[in-house]
């Protein structure tokens, strides 16, 4: 199901996506439109490069929505000195549907930005699933606000995005 391709936060559909989805549907694909909320849980800075930045960092998020549940992450990437940040992140969340089900999606290599004031975006292609969810794909995608080395409270943001998952038998 590779090769489809979803616009950030509602634009309009590139030509020919609504008619892939569509055909999706018509092969019995469960395609549904993600949307929910995430909270940011402990983030834990396993090496920072003091003079690069660099840094490689684990975590945990709670999630309500589309997904229920809670999902664990590593994150690698740059520190800058005007307290932005950038690079990857490998995420799986572990959850329940509202139709009752419940699995693991898989979340890899995906592009995060981090401005100065704590603006976090994120574009998260699911790349599987286990339990009920396996076979999944989709982009998801993230924007809220954090702040990983000062700790303020109310992190996280908002998700969304499509979900395809394969029929189910």
Not at 9 to 31: E, M
């Amino acid at each position: 199901m590779g090769g489809i391709v979803v616009t950030a936060w509602g634009g309009p559909a590139p030509s020919g996506l609504d008619t892939s989805l569509q055909a999706l549907k018509g092969d019995g694909a469960i395609v549904t439109t993600a949307s929910g909320h995430w909270a940011a849980g402990p983030f834990i800075i396993i090496s920072l490069d003091p003079i690069t930045g660099q840094f490689v960092a684990t975590g945990e998020d709670t999630f309500t929505g589309t997904f229920t549940g809670q999902s664990s992450f590593v994150v690698k990437g740059t520190l800058y000195s005007d307290g932005s940040a950038s690079g990857f992140s490998d995420e799986t969340i572990t959850a329940s549907a509202p139709d009752g089900t419940s699995g693991t999606i898989m979340q890899a290599h995906q592009p995060f930005y981090l401005d100065p004031n704590g603006n976090f975006t994120e574009v998260s292609p699911i790349t599987g699933g286990t339990g009920d969810w396996a076979g999944s794909r989709g982009l998801l995608h993230y924007k809220g606000f954090l702040d990983p080395l000062g700790g303020s409270p109310n992190q996280g943001g908002e998700y969304q995005g499509t979900w395809i998952r394969p029929p189910q038998k």
